[in-house]
């Protein structure tokens, strides 16, 4: 028997590593060691940028991916899939057709808010007084003076009364009485922040002459619209309106007709700026040492660099030829730029009082909102197989 027990301890002993390891924790180790070299090579590959490039992309591209569903249908049925996108692309067709008359009934009812748009303005410059009748408008301002006015009431005799509403009257008539309404489009570019982005401190004095801005449609063939802001008289340019064009195109894509979603801009023109000396805003001068190669010495020369400015709007990058490769600061300068354009036309002209007074924020910043929960509820697999929808109809008892 002590015979047998050494035999085992002997065994046992040759199983075991230096350290009286088993050989089952040798054999981990071993397999920890290798996982760390690997996870170090990936870690040293990973690094790599053309690596991380690639991998990129070939995440990017199973987006969106297709469950395979639509390629596993019979022939026949996709043939009929393809009657169906026949009959979408004359509909696409149809709605380009449609949209056309929508611009086209835009023209008409632009003539119609001309007079609006004409009257606000001389509101805004002190051209016109507005009438009683033009100022009758109830807000929560006059509840709140109301209110207050019962209050006094209530706790005053009718005396003291009178003769509180007489002195606020006297306070009012004594109140400063600046012409129209100051600053009434800066305050609205300074609201808004898509546009409060544009506007430097250095712009702000010139943004304080800025009377009106107007929107003037352009009918067919060329379908596109033109913004026009008008200034006063002032010392930093000579011009009295600023005019920036945008072009739109209402056609489908014909190599991509189902991604139609509408009219939408293409391109955008502005003017040019005739600055008084020594007043342009939208360059700086800068002075900058430059050394002579052969002689050593060297001189102070000034040089001119784009400056950020609310004005850089009426200088827009050239969009590039048809099939020209497009780099991606500028493909961003301009999808900024349409967007701006569009923001304009749609919200800020037809709504410029609701935006001087920041209703029309709140009103945007909900529908954001909506947009936004809208989103999250939208499924993001591709196309729906139903032979994979496993789950139990329910049914609703009246």
Not at 1 to 29: F, H, K, L, Y
Not at 37 to 63: G, R
Not at 142 to 154: G, P, T
Not at 309 to 317: Q, R
């Amino acid at each position: 028997m002590a015979e047998n027990n050494q035999s085992a301890d002997a065994i046992s002993n040759m199983e075991a590593g230096p350290a009286g390891d088993s050989m089952e924790d040798v054999e981990d180790e071993e397999v920890g060691v290798q996982e760390r070299v690997i996870d170090d090579k990936v870690n040293l590959v990973l690094q790599n940028p053309q690596v991380l490039a690639s991998l990129q992309h070939q995440l990017d591209s199973l987006v969106g991916q297709q469950s395979g569903y639509i390629e596993s249908l019979p022939k026949v049925v996709k043939r009929r899939i393809k009657a169906l996108k026949k009959l979408q692309l004359n509909h696409t067709k149809l709605e380009a057709k449609f949209y056309e008359e929508v611009h086209q009934l835009e023209c008409k009812y632009a003539k119609l808010y001309e007079g609006l748009y004409e009257k606000r303005k001389d509101v805004v410059t002190a051209q016109i007084e507005p009438t009683d009748s033009d100022c009758e408008w109830e807000s929560s301002e006059d509840e709140e003076e109301e209110e207050e006015d019962n209050k006094l009431a209530v706790s005053e005799p009718q005396g003291s009364v009178n003769e509180l509403k007489e002195k606020a009257q006297l306070e009012d008539k004594e109140e400063e009485n600046p012409p129209g309404i100051p600053e009434f489009w800066l305050t609205i570019l300074k609201n808004v922040d898509l546009l409060a982005d544009m506007v430097q401190e250095h712009d702000e004095p010139i943004l304080k002459n800025l009377r009106d801005v107007k929107v003037k449609y352009c009918e067919n063939p060329t379908m596109g619209f033109t913004l026009e802001f008008y200034f006063d008289e002032n010392e930093y340019f000579t011009n009295q309106v600023l005019k920036k064009h945008y072009t739109m195109k209402c056609e489908p894509d014909e190599s991509d007709p189902f991604s139609y979603e509408g009219p939408e801009i293409f391109s955008s023109v502005g003017c040019s700026i005739d600055w008084k000396k020594g007043k342009n805003v939208t360059v700086r001068l800068v002075k900058k040492k430059q050394k002579h190669k052969g002689k050593g010495t060297t001189r102070v020369v000034t040089k001119t660099e784009q400056n950020d400015s609310f004005f850089n709007f009426f200088n827009p990058p050239a969009v590039p030829e048809e099939g020209a490769e497009v780099d991606e600061e500028t493909e961003s300068l301009l999808s900024a730029d349409f967007e701006i354009g569009h923001f304009f036309k749609e919200r800020v002209v037809p709504r410029a009082v609701l935006y001087f007074t920041g209703e029309a924020i709140e009103d945007d910043f909900e529908e954001e909102g909506e947009d936004d929960d809208n989103e999250e509820e939208e499924d993001e697999d591709g196309d729906y197989d139903p032979a994979k929808d496993t789950k139990p109809s329910e049914c609703k008892q009246q």
